[in-house]
């Protein structure tokens, strides 16, 4: 094996080992699935189940049966009046008690401002909004009444508007799917900001660990230390794909298991007779236009692009993380060479907000081209349906500046690897790329 | 083995090296002295290709030194360290793949030198559980794993106590037997005097003197005798410059004579005259050369 490879294989196998990044690996996807399901799964649990008892003076609740979780309990305002009413509704022990007064004349506003529930402690707000929003409707219902309006035409003639917006770009009627694509650039973009950030500064303070431990002069009589530099950032980059695509893998079987169970059995199981008929009924629900909408995004060149600006942007940002490292002895002296590099990372991002609205304004696409922000901008874009040239063009200058970094953190990186014991400037760190070695 | 003309080597401003020349014989130990700063890491730097010289010629048997004589060259540098999370056993066999060894080579040798060093038992423990002398025995045999035909010592004995020193002066002496050269860079005159047969002292980036051990403490000869007779002894010529030792406690009758240029036989016969008991020739001590040249210069 050639001394680069056998770099590569030590830089990756002693940290693929590492208990750290096993659980990291394995924990995290595990840990975002409770975060995002858990709420989920919490609402499908029957809670508690809450007795209100009613006195309904006016007779405008219709009997309204409540829901699995507050059950109504209706007291005869024959028999009750509020003060024995109340004292009934204590003695029981139910959650609360809810009075809706007699109107006087008729006038249903006089009841809506007199309603009162009552409870010893603090009321749910699932339980206040839930009455709020029956007896708004009530109340309105006995308000058109009284305006001499049948409540069932209303009800009849209701009507819910789904604009549909059709995409005619390149003479085509596609549906549009802005949303769907906003969304796509964004976890993309975020991720290769993740990962840049988590992996490269891996790279840092592996070079900064080889430069404590005195290592680096006894590896550097091996091997040229443009191999020791490139070996551990490939090394560490494999890592973060390795990491990657477990993530991925897991993230799309806690997702099946997910609609598995909590959605639909029918499409975990693979029946397809099943799936299709529920395709049909989901013909216009909202679901089925999420599907119809993701087929309207070009999904193999947002894979090509995301893997492409991924590994160039790693590979970019990890040459300049390596030479940041060789220049310091510690870590906490890295603090004012990270700077420059976390600006532009950081400035992508928020770009990418202003982008996503914007795919084709002019900031999006100059920092789309600029290789230091390029990764995370031109991605965020790439599912608007980037113009090729644009997209071509930032390859090409991501490749060449890689190239250029390498070079300088190269330069860089020989020198610092072996100075000891003086925190360097910007102005020396110039001056060692000027050295002849 | 080497020769070194005319290395020229600046950081910035800063000369670290001014036309440096020396050359090294194949199979010999050869102590590279001089003060701290005066470019000896610079040049060993330059052999391991580390750095390149800004101007000079360096030769490798006789070859213009390039990557492939990487090696035939084994490096223990001053600066010692592993890295303390991996296991002995990876760790040797890591670096000896990175000098070219095959898988099952490495192997082998692994065994024998961790044998050797009663280490065999440890392979599998990590670099930091070790003691510190422990780790330098391992670092020593990373530098001769693959069997180099040149072998870089930097201060090699810093971290041992003497039993140990000894095991490694005895290893050194034997990897020389088997015909490996050595650079043997030091501030420890005593070892340079036990171990090395020629020596070139720099200062200040260039050659201050260098030779066979011998010659050059010949050159230092300061011209005093030293001796100790029976009874008083008077010097035979008015020409002849001498002092008592007594003051500083060698005996009553010990003295230090300069004779200028005249015949050691006079001297003698008259010394015995005295009845001799001891006579020799004040000959300096590398150390006291080390620093007289220095100061000179």
Known sequence: ?437 | MIEAKGIVKSYGDHQALKGLDLSIKEGSIFGLLGPNGAGKTSFIRILNQILAADEGEVYFKGQALKAEHIKQIGYLPEERGLYPKMKIGEQLLYLAQLKGLSKSTAQKRIKEWLNRFELWDRKDAKVESLSKGLAQKVQFVASVIHEPELLILDEPFTGFDPVNTEVIKNEILGLNERGATIIFSTHRMESVEELCEDIVLINKGSRLLGGKLHTVKSEYKSGWFIAETAQAWQAAKPSWESESLRSKGQGDFSYRINIGDDAKEELIQSLLNSGLISFKEEIPSLNEIFIQSTQDA
């Open chain 1, 1 to 437: 094996m050639s001394n680069l490879g056998l770099i590569i294989k030590r830089e990756f196998s002693t940290r693929v080992r590492k208990k750290s990044f096993i659980i990291l690996t394995f924990l995290a996807p595990v840990l975002m699935a409770v975060l995002l399901f858990l709420p989920a799964y919490l609402a499908t649990l029957p809670g508690d189940e809450k007795v209100i008892t009613i006195l309904d003076e006016s007779v405008i609740m219709d009997f309204h049966k409540g829901t699995d979780e507050i059950k109504l309990k209706y007291l005869n305002p024959k028999e009750f009046n509020f003060e024995t009413a109340k004292a009934l509704s204590e003695s029981s022990g139910d959650y609360a008690f809810l009075h809706v007064p007699k109107s006087e004349g008729g006038d249903p506003d006089f009841v809506a401002r007199n309603i009162r529930l009552f409870r010893a402690g603090d009321v749910s707000l699932s339980v206040e909004g839930f009455f709020e929003d029956i007896l708004e409707s009530y109340i309105q219902k006995e308000k058109l009444k009284a305006e001499g309006v049948d409540p069932g035409i209303i009800a009849r003639t209701k009507t819910n508007v789904n604009l549909r917006v059709i995409n005619t770009e390149a003479g085509l009627e596609t549906e549009n799917a802005t949303l769907l694509k906003m969304g796509i650039g964004y976890v993309c973009a975020f991720a290769i900001y993740l990962f840049i950030f988590i992996y490269g500064s891996q790279v840092m303070r592996g070079v900064i660990e080889e430069k404590s431990n005195r290592i680096m002069e006894l590896m550097v009589s091996s091997v040229k230390p443009f191999e020791l530099m490139m070996g551990k950032i490939i090394g560490i980059g494999a890592l973060a794909l390795l990491q990657f695509v477990i993530w991925i893998g897991l993230g799309a079987l806690i997702f099946t298991i997910f609609t598995a169970t909590f959605i639909d059995p029918a499409m975990a199981t693979g029946n397809p007779q099943a799936g299709a008929e529920q395709l049909n009924a989901l013909q216009d629900t909202p679901a089925f236009e999420i599907y119809r909408s993701l087929q309207t995004v070009n999904f193999s060149n947002v894979l090509f692009s995301f893997l492409f600006y991924f590994i160039g942007g790693y590979l970019l940002y990890g040459a300049l993380f390596a030479a940041v490292g060789s220049a310091v002895d510690k870590e906490a002296d890295s603090q004012q060479f990270m700077l420059p590099l976390t600006i532009p990372l950081i400035l992508s991002l928020l770009v990418i907000l202003r982008a996503l609205d914007n795919p084709d304004g002019a900031l999006a696409v100059w920092m789309s081209q600029i290789p230091l922000t390029s990764p995370l901008v031109m991605v965020a874009r790439i599912p608007f349906d980037v113009p090729l040239w644009q997209q071509a063009l930032s390859m090409v200058l991501l490749i060449l500046t890689f190239l250029a970094a390498v070079w300088l953190a190269a330069k860089i990186y020989r020198t610092g690897i072996l100075m000891y014991g003086k925190k360097p400037t910007f102005k020396e760190l110039y001056r060692w790329t000027r050295y002849r070695n």
